[in-house]
């Protein structure tokens, strides 16, 4: 019984601290008392009710039935599953790499000092990032239309008919058109994180390394990218958690066609449970869903176990 009494005497102690402290730690939790309260009706009860309805067969009209891990042995026969599955990765990686590595050249480029060329190649970069993912898709898929689309009529105007494509109903290139816009829309906002970083780096680390004779190269490479490694990690992070769990600009350029070629896990996880042909499976829909969550959290962790090894 002592030690139940002194475990939480330690947790009380943990959490009000001194007496003299414990108006200040109070008052501290119940400002945070709202924003837990909204997290857990709207984020922690939803996710939590996904994850038990994996377990379950439902389709909204039959009553809900246990049906424990049928769902998830289901995905290992599900080809549609493997395909999103793999087309997910596939864009995730995509978009982490470019997205971290030429945003960080570019901002390198500008923090040279262009001038007003500079701030404005800055602002016209950033304008896409504030455009939702639904305008960018529907914006992107008039410009890729293969008969009235902008890109072809431009390609044929200045005599590049050849290279004509249909950007979104070749299932070869499908997806490379998607990662295209994707890229487009967060381009500049990563290019603005790394412009950000840089302006924090100390010039008297550049005027060491150019004494030292280092020439753009190397002082990019052994004093711009390891002080810019916090800011780095944050990117690839982000990268990871919109890859896995883009949607909306997919679903709106190709529905996850043509024939899965761009099906993501998020655009099967929509067609599974509430565009179905027949009745919709929101249990399977929800392992899906869980599956997601899973990439996601290990992302995360991928973040956390990066942040401890790093040394900045």
């Given at each position: 019984?002592?030690?139940?009494?002194s475990?939480f005497?330690?947790?009380?102690?943990?959490?009000?601290?001194?007496p003299?402290?414990?108006?200040?730690?109070?008052?501290?939790?119940?400002?945070?008392?709202?924003?837990?309260?909204?997290?857990?009706?709207?984020?922690?009860?939803?996710?939590?009710?996904?994850?038990?309805?994996?377990?379950?067969?439902?389709?909204a009209?039959?009553?809900?039935e246990?049906?424990?891990?049928?769902n998830?042995?289901?995905?290992?026969?599900?080809k549609?599953?493997?395909r999103?599955?793999?087309?997910?990765?596939?864009?995730?990686a995509?978009?982490?790499?470019?997205?971290?590595?030429?945003?960080q050249?570019?901002?390198?480029?500008?923090?040279?000092?262009?001038?007003?060329?500079?701030?404005?190649?800055?602002?016209?970069?950033f304008?896409?990032?504030?455009i939702s993912?639904v305008?960018t898709?529907?914006?992107?898929k008039?410009?890729?239309?293969p008969?009235?689309?902008?890109?072809n009529?431009?390609l044929?105007?200045?005599?590049?008919a050849?290279?004509?494509q249909?950007?979104?109903?070749d299932?070869?290139?499908?997806?490379w058109?998607?990662?295209?816009v994707a890229?487009?829309?967060?381009?500049?906002l990563?290019?603005?994180i790394?412009?950000a970083?840089?302006q924090?780096?100390?010039s008297a680390?550049?005027?060491?390394?150019?004494?030292?004779?280092?020439?753009?190269?190397?002082r990019?490479?052994?004093?711009?990218?390891?002080?810019l490694r916090?800011?780095?990690?944050?990117?690839?992070?982000?990268?990871?958690?919109n890859?896995i769990?883009?949607f909306?600009?997919i679903?709106v350029?190709?529905?996850?066609?043509?024939v899965n070629a761009?099906?993501?896990?998020?655009?099967?996880?929509?067609?599974?449970?509430?565009a179905?042909p027949?009745?919709?499976?929101?249990?399977?829909g929800?392992?899906?869903?869980?599956?997601i969550?899973?990439?996601?959290?290990?992302?995360?962790?991928?973040q956390?176990?990066?942040?401890?090894?790093?040394?900045?």
């Amino acid at each position: 019984m002592s030690q139940i009494e002194s475990l939480f005497g330690r947790l009380a102690s943990v959490l009000l601290g001194s007496p003299n402290g414990r108006q200040e730690r109070i008052a501290g939790l119940t400002m945070i008392l709202p924003a837990f309260i909204f997290f857990v009706l709207f984020i922690g009860i939803p996710i939590t009710q996904t994850v038990l309805l994996g377990f379950q067969k439902w389709n909204a009209i039959a009553p809900a039935e246990w049906v424990g891990l049928d769902n998830y042995v289901h995905m290992l026969d599900d080809k549609v599953f493997a395909r999103a599955l793999f087309v997910t990765l596939i864009l995730t990686a995509a978009l982490t790499i470019i997205l971290t590595v030429v945003p960080q050249i570019i901002a390198v480029l500008f923090n040279m000092g262009w001038g007003t060329f500079g701030t404005i190649g800055r602002t016209m970069m950033f304008m896409p990032s504030i455009i939702s993912w639904v305008v960018t898709g529907a914006l992107w898929k008039l410009i890729l239309d293969p008969n009235l689309g902008s890109l072809n009529r431009l390609l044929q105007g200045v005599g590049l008919a050849a290279l004509q494509q249909n950007w979104l109903g070749d299932r070869n290139i499908v997806l490379w058109s998607i990662s295209g816009v994707a890229i487009w829309q967060q381009f500049g906002l990563y290019v603005i994180i790394f412009f950000a970083g840089i302006q924090t780096i100390d010039s008297a680390l550049y005027e060491a390394a150019a004494i030292d004779g280092a020439n753009g190269i190397q002082r990019f490479l052994n004093v711009t990218v390891p002080m810019l490694r916090p800011v780095t990690l944050m990117v690839v992070t982000l990268n990871l958690l919109n890859g896995i769990k883009l949607f909306d600009v997919i679903y709106v350029m190709t529905e996850g066609g043509p024939v899965n070629a761009s099906q993501t896990l998020g655009t099967y996880v929509y067609r599974v449970a509430f565009a179905n042909p027949g009745l919709p499976d929101f249990g399977y829909g929800s392992a899906l869903s869980t599956v997601i969550l899973f990439l996601c959290i290990l992302a995360l962790f991928f973040q956390i176990w990066m942040t401890k090894r790093a040394k900045y």
